[in-house]
């Protein structure tokens, strides 16, 4: 929990910092998340071997790390992509202002209002493509996210049966259902990159 907190307050850093800083700061938290998921897969291991009457409690407190520290790696990965963008629109709005216009060998005028709207139409375009992108990677995350949850589920689907005695009968159904909810996911994620291929291959 004392990790979690730490990276949620360098989290807060992040708005505050400036440019030289900035990246510094997301390495630092970066390598906490790191190092709690490291401690996470140490702790799953070491509940697993605690008491059969203590070891729901364990799993499910793991379990709840592992979720909060999901949620902080994807808040990092969309401020990450925030910066960028900024950034890819900074240094494109500073190369347009530094560009020279000059006359060509028949005393004809580059035509600046045209070639202006032409560059906003690129660049609406490159920020339409990278907000598609964002949102694509967003739901693959979500979709692993989501993949991670259904296992621990079933684990604790698998805990519980087991506690109560359920027949083999019963765990067989609970087996076979998220056997096919992973291929449903599964399936959900291919026909998300599909997708995503075949907007990014029409708009360029």
Same mark, same amino acid.
């Given at each position: ?17 400036? !440019? ?13 998340? #790191? ?18 009457? !203590? ?8 379990? %709840? ?22 950034? %890819? ?23 600046? #209002? ?8 690129? %660049? ?21 996210? %989501?993949?991670?949850?259904? !296992? ?28 096919? #909810?992973?291929? @449903? ?8 990159? @599909? ?10």
């Amino acid at each position: 929990d004392r990790q979690v907190h730490e990276v949620q307050s360098y989290m807060g850093r992040l708005e505050t910092s400036d !440019k030289e800083s900035v990246h510094l700061v997301e390495n630092e938290i970066q390598a906490r998340i #790191d190092n709690i998921f490291s401690n996470l897969e140490r702790l799953e291991i070491l509940s697993s071997k605690e008491p059969p009457n !203590k070891r729901q409690n364990a799993k499910l407190r793991v379990d %709840q790390l592992k979720y909060d520290v999901q949620h902080l790696q994807t808040a990092l990965r969309n401020f990450q992509q925030r910066r960028y963008l900024r950034e %890819q629109q900074e240094r494109q709005r500073e190369e347009l202002l530094a560009r020279t216009f000059t006359t060509n060998d028949s005393d004809t005028t580059i035509p600046i #209002d045209e070639t202006l709207q032409f560059n906003e139409h690129l %660049q609406s375009a490159h920020r339409g493509m990278d907000e598609l992108i964002g949102s694509g990677t967003n739901i693959l995350q979500g979709l692993r996210d %989501q993949r991670v949850t259904l !296992k621990g589920t079933h684990k604790k689907i698998l805990d519980v049966a087991n506690m109560l005695g359920l027949s083999n009968t019963v765990m067989r159904l609970i087996e076979k259902r998220a056997f096919q #909810d992973k291929f @449903l996911m599964l399936g959900g994620m291919a026909v998300t990159c @599909l997708i995503m291929f075949l907007v990014v291959q029409y708009l360029t």
